[in-house]
């Protein structure tokens, strides 16, 4: 429970650390004030006053904020203009660059782990040519578990023919008529095992039941700048294809809320070290993404109310922002029940399958090439 309570936090803080600091920095770059810095909502733990700018760490560290000088939108009522420091007073570009600049660093912080996961550990290889036939996990009820298969055992002949790869094991499984002699070495020893043709499911009679033991090629330093980046564009094409996807089925789109956030990062923290950082940045990946969103409330929102003040040299009417804001609030509120519910049922009543393959971050792709791990 402890462990899951510090992963929350280690996983959380960096991403909302981030996307604060990208509108403070923002604030500094454009001339605006800052009030306050804070990492966290209610009491305040700690302060520090510098300059102009109050830094807070606060009691609830899920969230933060910065506050700059002056109100978003300056009253058109209002005796004396915003004074030149305040947020109002600057040009629409500066004001869409401060709302923005947060997501925007979440987008960097995820760009620069991913980046970092592909320099140190390299990444993993897709082309089955290049992959030798090693066995990762074994899948509970298919022939290679009925034959004691085991994580590690290296694949070298099947029905005689030599295996050098994947691609020639999936080969010579399509080609198998009847029974399956299978020679494999372990930890230096030479074993071998044959399956009964009736052993095979008879709807899928190439699959053995074992997943890909990943391998690692090195990438160059700049190579993985650029597999960082392509990374936030993937996953935010992914989530944005699969929201449209399920409206253009008339489908409830699948969304995670508090409770299965917390739940990923339960999961990742008991698995290692490498799905743990990944999941940070996938998750600084979502917020960035989320925090886009042309809603009223967030900061997609407001950015869409400055390009609109950069088109027509005028802010929409206070009313109009009010009304707009109150809507974004219900329906942020709305989202967060349903996730919620949604995070509810599928943690706790969705039905246990009978056999699962876990996906871990050595699994996601890098490039638009898709293996097949089933075989």
């Not at 510098?50 to 300056?74: C, K, L, N, S, W």
């Not at 996961?117 to 009925?146: Q, R």
């Not at 190579?223 to 699969?242: D, M, N, P, R, V």
């Not at 409830?252 to 923290?269: D, F, K, S, T, W």
């Amino acid at each position: 429970m402890i462990i899951s309570i510090l992963a929350v936090l280690v996983v959380l803080s960096p991403i909302v650390i981030v996307h604060e600091f990208g509108h403070f920095l923002a604030c500094r770059l454009t001339g605006i004030r800052v009030n306050e810095f804070s990492f966290g909502f209610g009491k305040i733990l700690w302060h520090k006053k510098a300059g102009d700018t109050d830094y807070q760490i606060r009691a609830i560290p899920f969230g933060g904020f910065v506050e700059p000088a002056g109100p978003m939108f300056h009253p058109e009522d209002a005796k004396e203009p915003p004074k030149p420091y305040e947020f109002a007073a600057k040009k629409w570009y500066a004001k869409f660059f401060m709302v923005v600049n947060g997501a925007l660093f979440n987008y960097l912080l995820a760009a620069v782990i991913f980046g970092a996961l592909a320099y140190f550990k390299g990444v993993p290889e897709t082309d089955p040519v290049n992959l030798p036939a090693t066995v990762g996990s074994i899948a509970p009820g298919y022939p290679a578990e009925k034959i004691n298969l085991q994580e590690g055992d290296i694949i070298t002949r099947i029905n005689g023919t030599a295996v050098n790869n994947w691609k020639e094991l999936t080969d010579a499984l399509s080609a198998r008529k009847g029974d399956l002699h299978l020679t494999y070495t372990r930890g230096g020893e030479t074993l071998s095992a044959t399956i009964k043709d009736n052993d095979f499911n008879q709807d899928k009679p190439t699959v053995l039941g074992v997943t890909i033991q990943p391998t690692y090629r090195v990438v160059s330093w700049w190579k993985a700048i650029g597999l960082g980046f392509y990374q936030c564009y993937y996953w935010t094409e992914f989530s944005l294809a699969s929201l449209a996807h399920s409206f253009k089925q008339k489908k409830a789109p699948e969304l995670a809320g508090p409770i299965g956030i917390v739940n990923v990062i339960h999961q990742a923290a008991h698995r290692n070290i490498v799905d743990f950082v990944f999941l940070i940045a996938l998750l600084s990946v979502a917020v960035g993404m989320f925090n886009l969103f042309p809603i009223p409330i967030l900061d997609g929102g407001y950015a869409l109310v400055y390009l609109w003040e950069g088109l027509t040299h005028k802010l929409p009417t206070e009313k109009t922002l009010t009304i707009a804001v109150n809507c974004g609030l219900y329906l942020l509120i709305a989202l967060v029940v349903y996730a919620s519910y949604s995070d509810v049922k599928r943690i706790f009543f969705a039905p246990k399958p009978a056999a699962a393959v876990t996906q871990s971050a050595d699994e996601k792709p890098v490039s638009n090439e898709v293996t097949n791990v089933q075989d």
